[in-house]
Protein backbone atom coordinates (compact mmCIF):
# COMPACT_ATOMS: atom_id res chain seq x y z
CA UNK A 1 0.00 0.00 0.00
CA UNK A 2 1.53 3.07 -1.03
CA UNK A 3 2.68 5.73 1.43
CA UNK A 4 0.05 9.05 2.92
CA UNK A 5 0.61 11.61 5.06
CA UNK A 6 -1.94 11.23 8.46
CA UNK A 7 -4.03 14.56 8.49
CA UNK A 8 -3.93 15.17 11.86
CA UNK A 9 -2.90 17.39 14.67
CA UNK A 10 -0.32 16.14 17.09
CA UNK A 11 -1.05 13.28 19.28
CA UNK A 12 -0.70 14.32 22.79
CA UNK A 13 -1.86 17.87 21.99
CA UNK A 14 -4.94 19.38 22.14
CA UNK A 15 -7.01 22.03 19.99
CA UNK A 16 -6.69 25.15 21.43
CA UNK A 17 -9.54 26.86 23.12
CA UNK A 18 -11.52 28.70 20.40
CA UNK A 19 -9.67 27.44 17.44
CA UNK A 20 -11.50 25.81 14.56
CA UNK A 21 -10.50 22.30 16.06
CA UNK A 22 -11.65 23.30 19.10
CA UNK A 23 -15.25 24.39 18.37
CA UNK A 24 -15.75 20.96 15.60
CA UNK A 25 -14.64 19.17 19.15
CA UNK A 26 -17.31 21.40 21.09
CA UNK A 27 -19.85 20.43 18.10
CA UNK A 28 -19.21 16.67 18.47
CA UNK A 29 -19.43 16.89 22.40
CA UNK A 30 -22.60 18.81 22.03
CA UNK A 31 -24.11 16.18 19.37
CA UNK A 32 -23.34 13.16 21.80
CA UNK A 33 -25.32 14.78 24.81
CA UNK A 34 -28.32 15.75 22.19
CA UNK A 35 -28.40 12.32 21.60
CA UNK A 36 -29.17 11.38 25.20
CA UNK A 37 -31.55 14.21 26.08
CA UNK A 38 -34.44 11.35 25.87
CA UNK A 39 -33.37 9.67 28.78
CA UNK A 40 -32.64 13.13 30.90
CA UNK A 41 -35.83 14.40 29.74
CA UNK A 42 -37.47 10.83 30.49
CA UNK A 43 -36.11 8.28 32.46
CA UNK A 44 -33.87 5.18 31.70
CA UNK A 45 -34.78 3.29 28.92
CA UNK A 46 -35.12 -0.16 29.91
CA UNK A 47 -34.96 -3.65 28.87
CA UNK A 48 -34.30 -7.13 30.22
CA UNK A 49 -30.84 -5.87 29.96
CA UNK A 50 -30.85 -3.70 32.02
CA UNK A 51 -32.06 -5.65 35.33
CA UNK A 52 -29.39 -7.59 34.17
CA UNK A 53 -26.45 -5.25 34.43
CA UNK A 54 -28.04 -3.56 38.34
CA UNK A 55 -28.19 -7.14 39.31
CA UNK A 56 -24.47 -7.02 39.08
CA UNK A 57 -23.88 -3.35 39.38
CA UNK A 58 -25.52 -2.85 43.72
CA UNK A 59 -23.25 -5.52 44.89
CA UNK A 60 -20.28 -4.88 42.86
CA UNK A 61 -20.87 -1.11 44.52
CA UNK A 62 -21.87 -2.40 48.18
CA UNK A 63 -18.53 -4.40 47.88
CA UNK A 64 -16.40 -1.71 47.36
CA UNK A 65 -17.77 0.52 50.02
CA UNK A 66 -16.89 -2.11 51.88
CA UNK A 67 -13.17 -2.02 51.29
CA UNK A 68 -13.05 -4.72 48.68
CA UNK A 69 -11.95 -2.96 45.62
CA UNK A 70 -12.30 -6.08 43.12
CA UNK A 71 -15.44 -8.66 44.51
CA UNK A 72 -15.00 -12.29 43.69
CA UNK A 73 -18.55 -13.93 44.51
CA UNK A 74 -21.76 -12.40 43.77
CA UNK A 75 -23.63 -13.73 47.47
CA UNK A 76 -27.26 -12.17 46.90
CA UNK A 77 -28.56 -13.68 43.31
CA UNK A 78 -30.20 -16.60 42.53
CA UNK A 79 -32.26 -16.20 46.07
CA UNK A 80 -29.04 -16.08 48.17
CA UNK A 81 -26.79 -18.86 46.79
CA UNK A 82 -24.75 -16.52 44.83
CA UNK A 83 -23.03 -16.82 41.39
CA UNK A 84 -19.18 -16.29 39.91
CA UNK A 85 -20.36 -13.36 37.65
CA UNK A 86 -17.81 -11.16 39.34
CA UNK A 87 -14.75 -13.45 37.82
CA UNK A 88 -16.52 -13.39 34.11
CA UNK A 89 -18.02 -10.19 33.44
CA UNK A 90 -15.61 -7.22 32.92
CA UNK A 91 -15.72 -4.65 35.54
CA UNK A 92 -14.96 -1.25 34.10
CA UNK A 93 -18.64 0.17 33.16
CA UNK A 94 -19.59 -0.69 37.12
CA UNK A 95 -16.50 0.94 38.44
CA UNK A 96 -17.68 4.12 36.20
CA UNK A 97 -21.49 3.63 37.64
CA UNK A 98 -20.08 3.27 41.58
CA UNK A 99 -17.80 6.25 40.80
CA UNK A 100 -20.75 8.32 39.96
CA UNK A 101 -23.40 6.69 42.89
CA UNK A 102 -20.50 7.68 45.33
CA UNK A 103 -20.24 11.02 43.44
CA UNK A 104 -23.95 11.53 43.29
CA UNK A 105 -25.42 9.34 46.48
CA UNK A 106 -27.96 7.66 44.52
CA UNK A 107 -28.31 5.54 41.53
CA UNK A 108 -30.24 7.26 38.77
CA UNK A 109 -28.63 10.51 38.85
CA UNK A 110 -25.36 8.16 38.27
CA UNK A 111 -26.95 6.13 35.49
CA UNK A 112 -27.81 9.62 34.00
CA UNK A 113 -23.97 10.52 34.49
CA UNK A 114 -22.87 7.15 33.06
CA UNK A 115 -24.87 7.59 29.73
CA UNK A 116 -23.57 11.25 28.94
CA UNK A 117 -20.03 10.27 29.47
CA UNK A 118 -20.21 7.04 27.40
CA UNK A 119 -21.96 8.85 24.71
CA UNK A 120 -19.74 11.74 24.72
CA UNK A 121 -16.83 9.10 24.64
CA UNK A 122 -18.34 7.88 21.43
CA UNK A 123 -18.35 10.62 19.72
CA UNK A 124 -14.60 11.79 20.60
CA UNK A 125 -13.59 8.32 19.54
CA UNK A 126 -15.02 8.49 16.21
CA UNK A 127 -14.03 11.84 15.55
CA UNK A 128 -10.57 10.91 17.30
CA UNK A 129 -10.19 7.79 14.23
CA UNK A 130 -11.83 9.93 11.40
CA UNK A 131 -9.14 13.11 12.05
CA UNK A 132 -6.58 10.67 11.49
CA UNK A 133 -7.94 10.53 7.68
CA UNK A 134 -10.28 13.19 7.47
CA UNK A 135 -10.05 16.86 7.63
CA UNK A 136 -11.49 17.99 11.03
CA UNK A 137 -14.79 19.36 9.29
CA UNK A 138 -15.52 15.91 7.73
CA UNK A 139 -14.33 14.44 10.85
CA UNK A 140 -17.11 16.23 12.87
CA UNK A 141 -19.57 14.86 10.60
CA UNK A 142 -18.36 11.63 10.88
CA UNK A 143 -19.54 12.44 14.83
CA UNK A 144 -22.45 13.13 14.14
CA UNK A 145 -23.52 10.81 11.86
CA UNK A 146 -22.44 8.17 14.53
CA UNK A 147 -24.25 9.79 17.18
CA UNK A 148 -27.35 8.97 14.96
CA UNK A 149 -26.48 5.49 13.31
CA UNK A 150 -29.61 3.05 14.13
CA UNK A 151 -27.64 0.33 15.82
CA UNK A 152 -25.41 2.36 18.25
CA UNK A 153 -28.65 4.08 19.21
CA UNK A 154 -30.35 0.79 19.72
CA UNK A 155 -27.58 -0.39 22.03
CA UNK A 156 -29.08 2.41 24.06
CA UNK A 157 -32.67 2.46 23.91
CA UNK A 158 -33.98 -0.17 23.14
CA UNK A 159 -31.96 -3.28 24.04
CA UNK A 160 -29.88 -1.20 27.16
CA UNK A 161 -27.19 -3.46 26.11
CA UNK A 162 -25.05 -1.11 28.36
CA UNK A 163 -21.58 -2.61 28.13
CA UNK A 164 -21.50 -2.77 24.84
CA UNK A 165 -22.42 0.27 24.02
CA UNK A 166 -19.62 1.40 26.32
CA UNK A 167 -17.36 -0.94 24.27
CA UNK A 168 -18.42 0.58 21.62
CA UNK A 169 -17.26 3.89 22.51
CA UNK A 170 -13.74 2.75 23.17
CA UNK A 171 -12.81 0.86 20.39
CA UNK A 172 -12.61 3.83 18.20
CA UNK A 173 -9.96 5.20 19.95
CA UNK A 174 -8.15 2.03 19.31
CA UNK A 175 -8.66 1.94 16.00
CA UNK A 176 -7.29 5.42 15.90
CA UNK A 177 -4.47 4.43 17.97
CA UNK A 178 -3.60 2.05 15.23
CA UNK A 179 -3.66 4.20 12.41
CA UNK A 180 -1.24 6.84 14.12
CA UNK A 181 1.20 3.38 15.03
CA UNK A 182 1.24 2.60 11.27
CA UNK A 183 1.67 6.18 10.08
CA UNK A 184 4.12 7.22 12.43
CA UNK A 185 4.71 4.74 15.31
CA UNK A 186 5.46 7.42 18.23
CA UNK A 187 5.95 5.75 21.76
CA UNK A 188 2.36 8.30 22.79
CA UNK A 189 0.32 6.18 19.76
CA UNK A 190 1.68 2.66 20.75
CA UNK A 191 0.95 3.85 24.79
CA UNK A 192 -2.66 4.72 23.93
CA UNK A 193 -3.30 1.74 21.59
CA UNK A 194 -2.33 -0.23 24.96
CA UNK A 195 -4.55 2.04 27.12
CA UNK A 196 -7.58 1.31 24.79
CA UNK A 197 -6.93 -2.12 24.13
CA UNK A 198 -6.52 -2.90 28.00
CA UNK A 199 -9.56 -0.67 28.48
CA UNK A 200 -11.82 -2.25 26.09
CA UNK A 201 -10.94 -6.29 27.37
CA UNK A 202 -12.20 -4.45 30.44
CA UNK A 203 -15.58 -3.42 29.47
CA UNK A 204 -17.01 -5.88 27.32
CA UNK A 205 -15.90 -9.23 26.01
CA UNK A 206 -17.70 -10.14 23.13
CA UNK A 207 -16.92 -6.82 21.41
CA UNK A 208 -12.69 -7.42 22.69
CA UNK A 209 -13.31 -10.88 20.32
CA UNK A 210 -15.41 -9.24 17.47
CA UNK A 211 -12.94 -5.92 17.90
CA UNK A 212 -9.29 -7.72 17.83
CA UNK A 213 -10.66 -9.65 14.64
CA UNK A 214 -11.25 -6.58 13.11
CA UNK A 215 -8.11 -4.52 13.86
CA UNK A 216 -6.16 -7.38 12.71
CA UNK A 217 -7.59 -7.25 9.44
CA UNK A 218 -7.67 -3.48 9.56
CA UNK A 219 -3.33 -3.10 10.44
CA UNK A 220 -2.96 -5.96 7.52
CA UNK A 221 -4.73 -3.56 5.02
CA UNK A 222 -2.80 -0.38 6.53
CA UNK A 223 0.48 -1.24 7.30
CA UNK A 224 3.01 0.08 4.29
CA UNK A 225 5.16 -2.49 2.89
CA UNK A 226 8.04 -0.50 2.75
CA UNK A 227 8.01 -0.98 7.19
CA UNK A 228 5.97 -3.88 7.90
CA UNK A 229 8.84 -5.46 10.57
CA UNK A 230 9.21 -2.38 12.32
CA UNK A 231 4.86 -1.50 12.20
CA UNK A 232 4.25 -4.80 13.81
CA UNK A 233 7.11 -5.03 16.17
CA UNK A 234 5.05 -1.33 17.74
CA UNK A 235 1.50 -2.76 17.36
CA UNK A 236 2.66 -6.42 18.71
CA UNK A 237 3.96 -4.01 21.79
CA UNK A 238 1.10 -2.32 22.41
CA UNK A 239 -1.33 -5.60 22.48
CA UNK A 240 1.05 -7.32 24.89
CA UNK A 241 0.77 -4.18 27.07
CA UNK A 242 -2.83 -4.11 26.97
CA UNK A 243 -3.13 -7.92 27.55
CA UNK A 244 -0.80 -7.49 30.36
CA UNK A 245 -2.82 -4.24 31.93
CA UNK A 246 -6.09 -5.91 31.73
CA UNK A 247 -4.84 -9.35 33.25
CA UNK A 248 -6.16 -8.77 36.53
CA UNK A 249 -9.67 -9.63 34.55
CA UNK A 250 -8.80 -12.04 31.90
CA UNK A 251 -6.18 -14.02 33.69
CA UNK A 252 -9.42 -15.58 36.00
CA UNK A 253 -11.65 -15.46 33.18
CA UNK A 254 -9.52 -17.78 31.17
CA UNK A 255 -8.37 -19.94 33.90
CA UNK A 256 -11.96 -20.57 35.38
CA UNK A 257 -14.12 -20.76 31.95
CA UNK A 258 -14.41 -24.27 32.31
CA UNK A 259 -16.42 -23.86 35.59
CA UNK A 260 -19.38 -22.44 34.27
CA UNK A 261 -22.21 -22.99 32.34
CA UNK A 262 -21.80 -21.07 28.74
CA UNK A 263 -25.40 -21.98 27.92
CA UNK A 264 -26.03 -25.26 29.58
CA UNK A 265 -27.50 -25.18 32.22
CA UNK A 266 -31.51 -23.97 31.08
CA UNK A 267 -29.88 -23.90 27.34
CA UNK A 268 -31.45 -20.72 25.60
CA UNK A 269 -31.37 -21.35 21.88
CA UNK A 270 -31.67 -17.77 21.05
CA UNK A 271 -28.03 -17.48 22.08
CA UNK A 272 -26.96 -19.77 19.34
CA UNK A 273 -24.41 -17.76 16.83
CA UNK A 274 -25.99 -20.28 13.77
CA UNK A 275 -29.48 -18.65 14.64
CA UNK A 276 -28.43 -14.62 14.87
CA UNK A 277 -26.62 -13.56 11.51
CA UNK A 278 -28.13 -11.08 9.54
CA UNK A 279 -30.29 -11.95 6.80
CA UNK A 280 -30.56 -15.25 7.86
CA UNK A 281 -34.61 -14.95 8.15
CA UNK A 282 -37.09 -12.74 7.86
CA UNK A 283 -39.63 -13.74 9.76
CA UNK A 284 -40.74 -11.63 13.35
CA UNK A 285 -40.73 -15.29 15.22
CA UNK A 286 -36.76 -14.75 15.01
CA UNK A 287 -37.39 -11.32 16.51
CA UNK A 288 -33.69 -10.73 17.20
CA UNK A 289 -33.03 -10.74 13.78
CA UNK A 290 -35.75 -9.07 12.43
CA UNK A 291 -35.24 -6.21 14.51
CA UNK A 292 -31.33 -6.33 13.00
CA UNK A 293 -31.94 -6.62 9.48
CA UNK A 294 -34.29 -3.23 9.73
CA UNK A 295 -31.58 -1.51 11.37
CA UNK A 296 -29.30 -2.58 8.65
CA UNK A 297 -31.45 -1.71 6.26
CA UNK A 298 -31.81 1.89 8.00
CA UNK A 299 -27.64 1.98 7.98
CA UNK A 300 -27.72 1.39 4.79
CA UNK A 301 -30.14 3.86 3.94
CA UNK A 302 -27.47 6.02 5.69
CA UNK A 303 -24.70 5.41 4.22
CA UNK A 304 -26.16 6.47 0.63
CA UNK A 305 -23.24 9.11 0.02
CA UNK A 306 -20.70 5.94 0.02
CA UNK A 307 -22.26 3.52 -1.68
CA UNK A 308 -23.36 5.93 -4.91
CA UNK A 309 -19.60 7.63 -5.06
CA UNK A 310 -16.89 5.23 -2.66
CA UNK A 311 -15.38 3.33 -6.07
CA UNK A 312 -14.68 6.65 -7.50
CA UNK A 313 -13.73 8.82 -4.91
CA UNK A 314 -12.28 6.40 -2.26
CA UNK A 315 -10.25 4.46 -4.37
CA UNK A 316 -8.96 6.99 -6.44
CA UNK A 317 -9.18 10.46 -4.99
CA UNK A 318 -8.84 9.13 -1.24
CA UNK A 319 -6.36 6.06 -0.63
CA UNK A 320 -6.13 7.38 2.93
CA UNK A 321 -9.87 5.74 3.79
CA UNK A 322 -8.93 2.52 2.13
CA UNK A 323 -8.48 0.52 5.35
CA UNK A 324 -11.72 1.80 6.48
CA UNK A 325 -13.70 0.95 3.61
CA UNK A 326 -11.89 -2.83 3.58
CA UNK A 327 -12.79 -2.76 7.56
CA UNK A 328 -16.60 -2.01 6.52
CA UNK A 329 -16.88 -4.70 3.92
CA UNK A 330 -14.95 -7.07 6.47
CA UNK A 331 -17.33 -6.36 9.39
CA UNK A 332 -20.57 -6.53 7.20
CA UNK A 333 -19.18 -10.26 5.77
CA UNK A 334 -18.65 -11.13 9.53
CA UNK A 335 -22.51 -10.24 10.12
CA UNK A 336 -23.74 -12.31 7.31
CA UNK A 337 -24.65 -16.07 6.67
CA UNK A 338 -21.56 -16.92 4.54
CA UNK A 339 -19.20 -15.89 6.86
CA UNK A 340 -20.59 -19.29 8.88
CA UNK A 341 -17.07 -21.38 7.71
CA UNK A 342 -15.18 -18.74 9.53
CA UNK A 343 -17.11 -18.69 12.85
CA UNK A 344 -17.07 -22.33 12.73
CA UNK A 345 -13.51 -22.61 12.65
CA UNK A 346 -12.97 -19.77 15.73
CA UNK A 347 -14.48 -20.93 19.00
CA UNK A 348 -13.93 -17.48 21.17
CA UNK A 349 -15.83 -16.17 17.92
CA UNK A 350 -18.50 -18.49 18.43
CA UNK A 351 -19.47 -17.54 22.09
CA UNK A 352 -19.88 -13.68 21.05
CA UNK A 353 -23.25 -15.19 20.38
CA UNK A 354 -24.87 -12.55 17.65
CA UNK A 355 -23.29 -11.93 14.76
CA UNK A 356 -25.29 -8.88 14.28
CA UNK A 357 -23.05 -7.58 16.97
CA UNK A 358 -20.85 -6.61 13.87
CA UNK A 359 -23.66 -4.26 12.75
CA UNK A 360 -21.77 -1.90 16.16
CA UNK A 361 -18.24 -1.96 14.04
CA UNK A 362 -20.30 -1.28 10.83
CA UNK A 363 -22.10 2.08 11.70
CA UNK A 364 -18.24 3.15 13.16
CA UNK A 365 -16.86 2.47 9.60
CA UNK A 366 -19.86 3.70 7.67
CA UNK A 367 -19.59 6.95 9.66
CA UNK A 368 -16.57 7.98 8.69
CA UNK A 369 -16.69 7.28 5.01
CA UNK A 370 -20.08 8.81 4.53
CA UNK A 371 -18.92 11.68 6.04
CA UNK A 372 -16.59 11.83 3.13
CA UNK A 373 -18.92 11.34 0.82
CA UNK A 374 -20.92 13.95 2.05
CA UNK A 375 -17.52 16.14 1.72
CA UNK A 376 -17.27 15.21 -1.99
CA UNK A 377 -21.35 15.44 -2.66
CA UNK A 378 -21.26 19.10 -1.58
CA UNK A 379 -17.70 19.95 -3.43
CA UNK A 380 -19.50 17.83 -7.02
CA UNK A 381 -20.98 20.87 -8.43
CA UNK A 382 -22.26 20.18 -11.75
CA UNK A 383 -20.62 16.79 -11.64
CA UNK A 384 -23.17 15.07 -9.84
CA UNK A 385 -27.23 15.22 -10.98
CA UNK A 386 -29.27 16.73 -8.89
CA UNK A 387 -31.80 14.01 -9.04
CA UNK A 388 -28.81 11.91 -7.14
CA UNK A 389 -28.14 14.38 -4.82
CA UNK A 390 -32.15 14.61 -3.54
CA UNK A 391 -32.27 10.79 -3.41
CA UNK A 392 -29.34 10.77 -0.97
CA UNK A 393 -30.56 13.02 1.32
CA UNK A 394 -33.83 11.48 1.11
CA UNK A 395 -32.54 7.94 1.94
CA UNK A 396 -30.08 9.32 4.77
CA UNK A 397 -33.14 11.10 6.26
CA UNK A 398 -35.77 8.67 5.96
CA UNK A 399 -32.99 6.76 8.32
CA UNK A 400 -32.83 9.19 10.93
CA UNK A 401 -36.24 10.22 11.21
CA UNK A 402 -36.86 5.80 11.01
CA UNK A 403 -34.31 6.07 14.30
CA UNK A 404 -35.59 8.75 16.37
CA UNK A 405 -39.22 7.81 15.59
CA UNK A 406 -38.71 3.88 16.31
CA UNK A 407 -35.99 3.35 18.29
CA UNK A 408 -35.46 6.15 20.23
CA UNK A 409 -39.65 7.26 20.56
CA UNK A 410 -40.69 3.65 21.12
CA UNK A 411 -38.03 2.88 24.15
CA UNK A 412 -39.49 2.35 27.38
CA UNK A 413 -38.25 4.61 29.56
CA UNK A 414 -38.26 4.73 33.48
CA UNK A 415 -38.75 8.27 35.44
CA UNK A 416 -36.79 8.29 38.83
CA UNK A 417 -39.14 6.09 41.20
CA UNK A 418 -39.75 3.71 38.39
CA UNK A 419 -36.16 3.34 38.46
CA UNK A 420 -35.53 2.59 42.07
CA UNK A 421 -38.46 0.51 42.46
CA UNK A 422 -36.45 -1.89 39.47
CA UNK A 423 -33.60 -1.56 41.26
CA UNK A 424 -35.45 -2.43 44.64
CA UNK A 425 -36.66 -5.93 42.61
CA UNK A 426 -33.64 -6.81 40.93
CA UNK A 427 -31.73 -7.84 44.11
CA UNK A 428 -31.49 -11.80 44.50
CA UNK A 429 -32.80 -12.65 41.16
CA UNK A 430 -32.06 -15.44 38.68
CA UNK A 431 -28.52 -15.12 36.96
CA UNK A 432 -28.16 -15.24 33.38
CA UNK A 433 -27.73 -18.98 32.32
CA UNK A 434 -24.03 -18.53 31.55
CA UNK A 435 -22.86 -17.58 34.73
CA UNK A 436 -24.36 -20.90 36.59
CA UNK A 437 -21.40 -23.13 37.95
CA UNK A 438 -21.62 -26.03 36.23
CA UNK A 439 -22.43 -28.11 39.65
CA UNK A 440 -25.51 -26.21 39.67
CA UNK A 441 -29.46 -26.19 38.46
CA UNK A 442 -31.35 -22.76 38.24
CA UNK A 443 -33.77 -23.91 40.94
CA UNK A 444 -31.75 -25.49 43.63
CA UNK A 445 -33.86 -26.27 46.60
CA UNK A 446 -35.74 -23.90 48.69
CA UNK A 447 -33.76 -23.68 52.17
CA UNK A 448 -35.77 -21.85 54.92
CA UNK A 449 -31.96 -21.18 56.92
CA UNK A 450 -28.49 -20.41 55.94
CA UNK A 451 -27.01 -23.75 57.19
CA UNK A 452 -28.46 -27.20 57.04
CA UNK A 453 -26.76 -29.89 59.22
CA UNK A 454 -29.41 -32.95 59.65
CA UNK A 455 -30.11 -32.70 63.12
CA UNK A 456 -27.03 -30.86 64.61
CA UNK A 457 -27.54 -27.26 66.24
CA UNK A 458 -26.17 -24.73 63.87
CA UNK A 459 -25.02 -21.13 65.10
CA UNK A 460 -24.15 -18.59 62.46
CA UNK A 461 -21.53 -15.91 63.96
CA UNK A 462 -21.20 -13.58 61.25
CA UNK A 463 -22.35 -14.23 57.14
CA UNK A 464 -20.84 -12.07 54.71
CA UNK A 465 -20.80 -12.04 50.73
CA UNK A 466 -17.07 -13.97 50.60
CA UNK A 467 -16.16 -15.01 54.14
CA UNK A 468 -18.94 -17.09 56.69
CA UNK A 469 -18.32 -18.35 60.41
CA UNK A 470 -20.58 -20.67 62.40
CA UNK A 471 -20.56 -23.25 64.95
CA UNK A 472 -21.96 -26.95 64.87
CA UNK A 473 -22.51 -28.88 68.11
CA UNK A 474 -21.66 -32.41 68.25
CA UNK A 475 -23.63 -35.32 66.70
CA UNK A 476 -23.24 -37.78 63.57
CA UNK A 477 -21.01 -38.06 61.51
CA UNK A 478 -22.91 -35.52 58.47
CA UNK A 479 -22.25 -32.82 56.02
CA UNK A 480 -23.49 -29.51 56.61
CA UNK A 481 -25.55 -28.00 53.49
CA UNK A 482 -24.71 -23.87 52.61
CA UNK A 483 -26.91 -21.70 50.60
CA UNK A 484 -24.37 -21.17 48.76
CA UNK A 485 -23.50 -22.46 45.41
CA UNK A 486 -20.38 -25.14 44.88
CA UNK A 487 -17.32 -23.45 43.58
CA UNK A 488 -13.13 -25.02 44.14
CA UNK A 489 -12.48 -21.21 45.59
CA UNK A 490 -14.91 -21.95 48.62
CA UNK A 491 -12.38 -23.00 51.54
CA UNK A 492 -13.77 -25.00 54.20
CA UNK A 493 -11.25 -24.83 57.58
CA UNK A 494 -11.78 -25.99 61.38
CA UNK A 495 -8.36 -24.31 63.27
CA UNK A 496 -5.73 -25.67 60.65
CA UNK A 497 -7.74 -28.73 59.94
CA UNK A 498 -9.29 -28.16 56.04
CA UNK A 499 -12.59 -29.84 55.63
CA UNK A 500 -13.73 -31.53 52.22
CA UNK A 501 -16.65 -30.33 50.18
CA UNK A 502 -18.66 -30.68 47.45
CA UNK A 503 -21.51 -29.94 45.14
CA UNK A 504 -24.90 -31.76 45.70
CA UNK A 505 -27.06 -32.46 43.15
CA UNK A 506 -28.28 -29.18 42.98
CA UNK A 507 -25.01 -27.35 42.93
CA UNK A 508 -25.46 -26.31 46.69
CA UNK A 509 -22.28 -26.30 48.95
CA UNK A 510 -21.77 -29.47 51.26
CA UNK A 511 -18.90 -29.32 54.19
CA UNK A 512 -17.83 -32.24 56.12
CA UNK A 513 -18.29 -32.39 59.80
CA UNK A 514 -16.73 -34.46 61.80
CA UNK A 515 -18.70 -35.72 65.07
CA UNK A 516 -17.51 -33.34 67.23
CA UNK A 517 -18.51 -30.11 67.86
CA UNK A 518 -16.62 -27.78 65.69
CA UNK A 519 -16.36 -24.22 64.70
CA UNK A 520 -15.93 -23.52 60.73
CA UNK A 521 -14.51 -21.09 58.59
CA UNK A 522 -15.59 -20.72 55.38
CA UNK A 523 -13.52 -18.22 53.02
CA UNK A 524 -13.31 -17.71 49.27
CA UNK A 525 -9.95 -18.35 48.22
CA UNK A 526 -8.18 -16.53 45.49
CA UNK A 527 -5.22 -18.86 43.56
CA UNK A 528 -2.28 -17.69 43.11
CA UNK A 529 -2.45 -16.73 39.96
CA UNK A 530 -5.05 -13.75 40.82
CA UNK A 531 -2.40 -11.94 43.12
CA UNK A 532 0.32 -12.23 40.30
CA UNK A 533 -2.30 -10.92 37.31
CA UNK A 534 -3.08 -7.89 40.13
CA UNK A 535 0.66 -6.74 40.15
CA UNK A 536 0.67 -7.53 36.18
CA UNK A 537 -1.79 -5.36 35.42
CA UNK A 538 -0.69 -2.75 37.64
CA UNK A 539 2.89 -2.98 36.35
CA UNK A 540 1.14 -2.91 32.91
CA UNK A 541 -0.56 0.47 33.29
CA UNK A 542 2.33 1.66 34.64
CA UNK A 543 4.51 1.28 32.12
CA UNK A 544 1.60 2.31 29.75
CA UNK A 545 1.95 5.34 31.61
CA UNK A 546 5.54 5.82 31.33
CA UNK A 547 5.37 5.45 27.63
CA UNK A 548 2.75 7.90 27.32
CA UNK A 549 4.41 10.70 28.80
CA UNK A 550 5.79 13.58 27.53
CA UNK A 551 9.15 14.54 29.22
CA UNK A 552 10.02 17.93 29.53
CA UNK A 553 13.44 17.50 27.68
CA UNK A 554 11.38 16.15 24.87
CA UNK A 555 9.03 19.19 24.66
CA UNK A 556 11.82 21.60 24.82
CA UNK A 557 13.42 19.99 21.87
Known amino acids: ?5 VQTHESGTWPLAGSPEARRVGFVVLVSVLAIVPVLLFGVPSNRDLANHFRFALPFYDAIAGGNFYPSWLAESNGGYGDPSFRFYPPALYYLLGLFRFLTGEWYFATLLTFAVVSVAGGLGIYFWARSVLPASDAASAGLIYAVAPYHLNQLYQATM ?4 AGAAVLPFAFGFLERICARGK ?37 ESGRRIQTLGKLTTAVALGLCASSVYWVTMVSEMRWISINTVDYDSSVDYRRNFLLSTFSPDNLNVWWMNILALMTLLLSAPLILMARRHVWRDRPQLRPVAVFTAFALF ?43 LSQAGKETVRVKQLVIMGAMT ?30 GTASVNYWFPIWATSTPRAMNTAIEAADRNVIVQSWTPESRHFSVAE ?16 TAKSGQQVLSTRPDKDGALLVSLPADAISVDLDFVEPRRSRVSAYASLAGFGLIGVLGMSLPWRRRQ
Open 1 to 5: MSSYA
Open 162 to 165: LAEW
Open 187 to 223: RTDIAGFAACYALLVLTHLPLTVIGSLALLVYALVRI
Open 334 to 376: MALPLSRPVWQLLAPLQQTQFPWRWLALISMGVAILVAAGLSL
Open 398 to 427: ISVVFTFSHVVREAKFLPHHSFEETLTDVR
Open 475 to 490: GNVTEARLKTFYYPNW
